[in-house]
Every structure is written in structure tokens, then in C-alpha cells.
């Protein structure tokens, strides 16, 4: 469950204007972005961070395909071999009948299966926890977490953040994955943090 | 912005080469389909008889059908211009030109139009209106009819050729103040804040009043009466959507051929995929509402086993017995018009794919073709109905028609409505 300590840089933007392109400055120079945390949606950002289009798409629509043979085979099951019903004189097997559940089941399987991809793929679930880079993601810095390896000189890629235009630079070592638990027992008060 | 757009010889050559081919088997319909001799009796035609000469019926079928469908398509175009007007939508001003072009052949088919139910009622051709018989409403005559009698007040000649001139003329002159009002925006120059309000102010006033005459004539009345009332008997609550749904996925498809042939010749350009994309869900989304018209209105007939509804159905397809002489295309329009859009339209790179945007298109309207005329054959034709030259001719006619007139109009003004004030917004649009 745990992804592992590891290093990060973690530099801290107040503008989209010097965001946009500072991540496309770090990707140039050949950084690799760990994550970039908003405290809003901001459009495009994910083209400018090059991540690959979401299969969640894919997977709603084999969810959805499942729902529909769920409720055919279902439904053509009970009805035509358990338990034939005379109704209203129709046929046993009644597609016309079956096709509002058959899509509803469709819907529900994929709706259902989507939200649980979702989840699943932001690592979200009740009593889960994530590490958090800095309180202010949620309120007004857009903040860009780069991760470290043997080679990176730490105080090289804070230096060019600053002057890609970052208002906060600090280095951090975080689990990457998530876990179930408590928050690190260093963690500050937000009112405690520098700049409140 | 952009030098004026000049049509290529090639779309001249193939406007002119379609109204040719239309207009032959026109005159072929004129001279061997005999549409000016009486009709054949009601029963006769659809009796044993296989000499019955159904060839005027086929005659004005086959331009009932056409007359129908080509006119309610482009007046689609208008409408999808007044209900995103009303919404404020900003997207498609980068190709509102295209629809405004589309809905200008309305005044032409329109008359066309009229001029077809003028004949059908002029000439009583009972065969294709049953209701046009008088005998059926007199009391005396053993033909009375205590259903159609019921009807009278709505199903008579008086009020279906009145209604049908001021529907037709109500798209005509709000469809024609609309574009007016987007082509003096051309003129008058950019405009400021308070100017722009006024004129978004004006331009949406009158969007929604076509809107209001657009739902009770197309979403309502109009194929109430010029398609329903061939099966005078029967009727459906679902029948007007069904129509328009029909009608404006094919406008849909018709706006994006246009779309995608200008930006072939390097036209349009702020047209990007994203504007694609959205013309694309139009395609797709439609097509599934339309299905779930058509399976609302088959499933409730079909559930509820009433004789006097299920004739509908049973002339399409037939009864588990005897299988209709319809069968064959009734399921076909149901493969053109929703298995094949649902899963091929699906995938976001699909509607964003120009080429595969274009064969869908093109499928898709003739998929509705296709739906149109099983929805006027079989109560007029019955098992003598044919799809050959001249169903196929007819068509062409229509269309060179609309290539024309929409030719004519993108001709003659800017492709780009570059005054209007949500053009920025279509400019920078993106899904």
C-alpha cells in the first residue's frame, strides 16, 4: 500500500500566468513532475504537464457492456428457462419489454463502476490519507511537486524554480502512496504555518 | 478578415449535375407515373389486383416524402441557430454562417413544399390522404367514418393547407429576420459593450419567437398533419418528436458536411476540431434520443396489444405469421440511425475525426431518408412501394436544390460572423 519515502522539491506559484509556463521550463530541463496541486481546476494544465488522456472512458464503457449482458442474460435466464410467466400473452422471451432495464442496468453499472475507478485512480477513499506538500494548495498557491533522485543537485532545481518564478521553494520527503492512519504527528496547525 | 469565398467549378458542376438528374426522373414520374389521372381506389390499390395502376401514388409519395424531409432539414439548421442563441451559447459562431446558408434554402423548398400539399388536396388524391374523401364524413354514405367524422374539425383541407402556409411562412420570415439581423452586424462594424448587449438582446427576442412558432408547428402540428394523417386512424403522442428528432439529426449532419467541405477549401478559419467535436455530439446525442423516441413510441404500442394501434406496426413489419413488406427497412433504420451512430460516434476521437465525421454524416441522413419513407410508404403504397430510379432521383433534385441555395448565401457573404459579440469565445472554445 505505501509507495515509499522519497525527496521532493516542492516549489509554490500564485499566478497561472507563471505556472503554465514554469512546468513547461521543468519539463524542458528534464525534471520530472511528481504532481502539480491547485486549488482549482485550471484548464489545459494537464497538456502542459504532458499527462496521457484518462482511460476512465474505456473502463465506463466496459462496465457499461457488462451491465448489458448482466440484465439480458439475466433477465432471458428467469424468465424463458427458471420461470416462464404468461404476460399478457407475450412471448417468454419479450425483448421489447426488457430493454428500459437493460439500460438501466447499463447505467448503473457503468455509473457506479466509474465512481469506483475514480476513486480508485485519485487514490480516494473514507480513512485514507495522502501526504499533503503545502496547506495553501487548498486555498491559493498552485504547487508543483518535483521529485528527486541520486543525481538531482537540490539546490540547483530550487534555484531555477525560483527564477522560473516560484514566490516558495522547500525540499520534502513524503510517502507517495497512501496509507490508512493518522497524519504525521509533526504536522502543523495551518495557523502555524509561515504566511498565514 | 477573409476575401469573399468563391464556390469551386467542381461544387458548381455537381449542384447543377444533381438538379439535372433530379429534374429527368421528375419528368419521368410526370410522364410514365401517371400523377394526374385519378387515383386507384383505396382498397383496389391494395387488393389482389396486381394491375392497379399505383404508379400516381407513387408518384406523390415519393414527393411527399422528399418535399418533407428535405424542407423540415433545413429548417433544422435554423433552429439549432435559435435554441443555442437562446441559450447564449458561443461556441458555433465560428460556423454560424453555415447553418444561416443552409436555412436560406427554406423559402424554395417551402414552396415546393406547399405546392405538393396543394396538389395532393387540389387533385383529392385520397390515396395518399385517406381523409381528403368526402363520402366519409356523410352520414348517409356507407363509407362513414365516425373516427375520421371525430377529427374533422382539425383533419380537413380548409385548415391543413391554411395551417401548413402559416407554419411554412412563419420559418420563412423569422428564419429570414434572423439572418438578417446577423448580416448587419457585417455592416454596422465592432461593437462596444452597450451596443453588443442591445444587439445580443435583439437577436435572442427574436431566436425565441421562431422557437415558440418552431414547437407548434414542427414539434407539434405540422407532422401531425402532413405525415401522421396518412394513417389517419391511428396516431401516436410520440409521432411530432420522432419527426423532429429525425429531421434535426439529419440538419446536424448536413451543417457538418458543410463545415467540413469549407474547411477543406481553407474556409472558416477559427473552425477548429473542438467546434467539430460539439457539431459531433449533436450527431450523437440526437441520434440517441431519437432512438429512444422511436422505442418509446414501438414499445407502448407493442405492450398495451391494441388492434386499432398496432396496425402501424404490423403494416411495417407484419405479425409473426406473415412478415411485412417493410420488415427488411423498418430494422434497417434502426441500424443506420442507432446501432451505427451509438457505437461509432462514440469514442471523443471519432467526433473529432473529419473524415469519419463526414461518412457518418452521410449515413445518417440517409438513414432518416430512409426513415421518412417508411414512414409515408406503407400507408400509401402499401406492398407496391419500390426504391429504385425514381426514389433515388427525387432526392437529388432536393439536394442540388439546397447546394444551390446555400451555395448562393456562403457565396455572397462573409463566412464568419465577425462582428457578433461571443465570436472570441468561439475562437478560443476547446472541450
Known sequence: MAGGIKKFVVACFDDEKTLFPAVKNVRKQGYKIHDVYTPFPVHGLDHAMGIRETSLHTAGFIYAITGTTTALTFISWVLTKDWPLNIGGKPHFALPAWIPITFELTVLFSAVGMVLTFCYLCNLAPFVKKHHFHPRATDDLFVMAIECTDKTNDAEVEGFLKSAGAVETKIESAETGWWIGRYDREQKLYKEEKGY | ?431
Open chain 2, 1 to 431: 478578415m477573409n476575401h469573399q469565398f468563391e464556390l469551386p467549378g467542381s461544387y458548381k458542376k455537381w449542384t447543377y449535375g444533381l438538379i439535372i438528374a433530379g429534374a429527368v426522373a421528375l419528368l419521368y414520374g410526370l410522364i410514365f407515373l401517371h400523377p394526374f389521372s385519378a387515383p386507384a381506389h383505396h382498397s383496389a390499390a391494395a387488393g389482389h389486383d396486381g394491375h392497379a395502376d399505383v404508379g400516381g401514388t407513387r408518384f406523390w409519395a415519393v414527393l411527399l416524402q422528399n418535399s418533407v424531409f428535405w424542407l423540415l432539414v433545413v429548417n433544422a439548421s435554423m433552429f439549432f441557430l435559435c435554441v443555442t442563441t437562446m441559450a447564449m451559447g458561443g461556441w458555433q459562431i465560428a460556423l454560424r454562417r453555415v447553418p444561416e446558408a443552409i436555412s436560406s434554402v427554406v423559402p424554395i423548398l417551402g414552396i415546393i413544399n406547399f405546392a405538393v400539399l396543394v396538389a395532393l388536396v387540389a387533385l383529392h388524391r385520397t390515396d395518399i390522404y385517406h381523409w381528403l374523401d368526402t363520402d366519409l364524413y356523410e352520414k348517409s354514405s356507407p363509407l362513414f367514418d365516425k373516427i375520421l367524422d371525430g377529427k374533422k374539425g382539425f383533419l380537413n383541407p380548409t385548415f391543413f393547407l391554411v395551417w401548413s402556409a402559416l407554419s411554412i411562412l412563419g420559418w420563412w420570415l423569422l428564419g429570414k429576420k434572423m439572418r438578417s439581423i446577423s448580416l448587419k452586424s457585417d455592416q454596422d462594424g465592432p461593437m462596444d459593450y452597450e451596443s453588443g448587449k442591445k444587439w445580443i438582446w435583439k437577436n435572442t427576442v427574436w431566436a425565441s419567437l421562431y422557437c415558440v412558432v418552431f414547437t407548434l408547428t414542427v414539434a407539434s402540428t405540422i407532422p401531425w398533419l402532413w405525415l401522421m394523417s396518412i394513417d389517419a386512424h391511428w396516431y401516436s403522442t410520440m409521432y411530432s418528436w420522432y419527426t423532429f428528432a429525425s429531421t434535426f439529426v439529419s440538419g446536424m449532419s448536413l451543417i457538418a458536411i458543410f463545415v467540413v467541405y469549407l474547411k477543406n477549401k481553407g474556409q472558416l478559419e477559427y473552425v477548429t476540431e473542438e467546434h467539430l467535436h460539439d457539431v459531433g455530439k449533436f450527431m450523437f446525442a440526437f441520434s440517441v434520443f431519437w432512438t429512444y423516441l422511436w422505442f418509446s413510441q414501438y414499445m407502448l404500442i407493442w405492450y398495451s396489444n391494441q388492434p386499432e394501434e398496432t396496425k402501424y406496426f404490423v403494416e411495417r413489419i407484419g405479425t409473426a405469421e406473415k412478415a411485412g413488406p417493410y420488415k427488411g427497412i423498418f430494422f434497417l433504420n434502426l441500424i443506420l440511425n442507432f446501432i451505427c451512430p451509438l457505437l461509432i460516434l462514440m469514442k471523443r476521437g471519432a467526433k473529432r475525426n473529419w473524415t469519419l465525421l463526414t461518412v457518418m454524416a452521410v449515413l445518417i441522413i440517409f438513414g432518416h431518408w430512409v426513415d421518412l419513407y417508411q414512414m409515408v410508404m406503407p400507408g400509401t403504397l402499401h406492398e407496391n412501394a419500390q426504391m429504385s430510379f425514381f426514389e433515388f432521383g427525387v432526392p437529388c433534385l432536393f439536394i442540388g436544390i439546397i447546394m444551390w441555395g446555400a451555395g448562393k448565401y456562403l457565396s455572397s457573404h462573409s463566412l464568419t460572423a465577425k462582428n457578433h459579440p461571443f465570436l472570441k469565445e468561439s475562437m478560443i472554445h476547446h472541450t
